[in-house]
């Protein structure tokens, strides 16, 4: 018979165990947001990286550790980009009605979001490798990532300075309509998943299944127009 | 399930292999998607729709897409080196923008809206 301490010590050390946890933690923190009446404050994302750092930091467990289990989950993010497809050619006929506001809010919005991201950081003097990083900050996390990469910046910062971006847009897109008394679904939904990609996007299906489709296109979208606009303000702006 | 999985990851994988070909600047996911609408719009057009296992498999991975995002969110624990000393700019920044692309992407959307139609909001 071993210890409960050798099984801590065999456990921690394989990837099992913090895919469990992290699957674990997420289905108790939308539970928890459900009963919570889908409250913004109580984003699901928000707190299951909180309490999954939390242990994974008390734990003393390096993140490469951890990732080594939660990989599978964050795999899924390619598949799941791939799925918005579904949804999109399900409704199409309605979408295609606003291919107009839609193609506006695309070229804006993918401008404003690395665009204030380069006069903001540069106005309060963010180091270099930090403001490459922070460029692709509002395309889904595969693809910011990717692009952090080719411009010399670091995937892992972007990574986590995405999903951040992913939970602040979240947090902030309900109050933020409702206070502009913002009624057209199409548009608060899609500003939601051009801001804050899937974040967004999951945000927005919790709000209508309108929001959710146009968050999911929006996301779409941007994945495709950072990957160009973010290059394009790079070498203008920060050569 | 696994059949509608199945579908996803190939069209991702058709997605990524075409960028790689081409050198496209585009996601492989994104093109995955792009060749997966085309596939699903094509198919409606000839009158034959069997996509009950990709729509489920889409509609189980959309319901629980915050779940993905967690693993990349809790490598903040692996971030000190980067952000000492700047983590209050990060996040002015990082807010401010939030907000700023929320409100510019909203203000087109509905702008366009009115101006070029496109039938009322719901």
Known sequence: ?239 | MIKGLAALLLFQLFGESIVFLTGLAVPGPVVGLMLLFAAMLTSARLGRSSWKPVEDASGALLANLGLLFVPAGVGVVALGRFVEGQTLAIGFVLVLSAVLTLGATMLAFVGARRLLGGGDPE
């Open chain 1, 1 to 239: 018979m071993k210890s409960p301490t050798e099984l801590w010590v065999y456990l921690s050390a394989s990837p099992l165990i913090w895919l469990t946890l992290t699957v674990c933690v997420w289905v108790a923190a939308s539970e928890l947001s459900i009963r919570l009446g889908r409250n913004p404050l109580a984003n699901p994302v928000l707190a299951s990286i909180l309490a999954l750092s939390a242990v994974v930091w008390a734990a003393g467990v390096p993140y490469q550790r951890y990732f080594e289990g939660a990989q599978f989950v964050h795999f899924m993010l390619g598949p799941a980009t791939v799925a918005i497809a579904v949804p999109l050619a399900q409704r199409w006929r309605e979408v295609s009605r606003l291919i107009g506001p839609i193609g506006a809010a695309l070229i804006v919005g993918s401008v404003t979001a690395v665009l204030s991201v380069v006069a903001l950081g540069k106005l309060v003097g963010l180091s270099g490798e930090v403001l490459i990083s922070f460029l692709p900050k509002s395309a889904t996390a595969g693809v910011a990532m990717a692009v952090s990469a080719s411009l010399g910046g670091d995937p892992s910062l972007t990574a986590v300075l995405t999903v951040t971006t992913g939970i602040v847009g979240a947090l902030v897109v309900t109050p933020f309509m409702n206070l502009f008394r913002i009624k057209d679904f199409a548009a608060r939904g899609f500003a939601a998943g051009l801001t804050a990609h899937g974040i967004g996007t999951a945000r927005a299906y919790e709000v209508s299944a309108t929001a959710g489709l146009f968050a999911g296109i929006a996301m779409a979208l941007n994945a495709v127009a950072t990957s160009v606009v973010a290059p394009a303000a790079a070498w203008l702006f920060l050569r």
